[in-house]
Nanobody
Framework: QVQLVESGGGLVQAGGSLRLSCAASGRTFSSYVVGWFRQAPGKEREFVAVVGGTGRVTYYADSVKGRFTISRDNYKNTVYLQMNSLKPEDTAVYSC???????????WGQGTQVTVSS
């Protein structure tokens, strides 16, 4: 069982930065792939970024590539999402998920709100 808690969201002006954290319980955290997804009002949840168990492999949605960086610290059982050059269209609830093979069957956090003002 893995429990995930996101933090770091807030209100920021366009062009600003935020760093989200996804803190996990459990002793086998490094066994899980961890991804960030987001959902804006009236829209479907969309993929943002993912990091492999060791942190060496990462993958990003085209919409955030070059602006967001995902990383993990397995000693702290935490995954980070550094978000730079934020745009109003990045406004959404950001959630992290830890999974083995399929995010839809993984563990999810409660989400953290990110609001980017123009």
């Amino acid at each position: 069982q893995v429990q995930l808690v996101e933090s770091g969201g807030g209100l920021v002006q366009a062009g600003g930065s935020l760093r989200l954290s996804c803190a996990a319980s459990g002793r086998t955290f490094s066994s899980y792939v961890v991804g960030w997804f987001r959902q804006a009002p009236g829209k479907e949840r969309e993929f943002v970024a993912v990091v492999g168990g060791t942190g060496r492999v990462t993958y990003y949605a085209d919409s955030v590539k070059g602006r967001f960086t995902i990383s993990r610290d397995n000693y702290k059982n935490t995954v980070y999402l550094q978000m730079n050059s934020l745009k109003p269209e990045d406004t959404a609830v950001y959630s992290c998920t830890a999974y083995v093979s399929d995010p839809s069957s993984g563990y999810w956090g409660q989400g953290t709100q990110v609001t980017v003002s123009s």
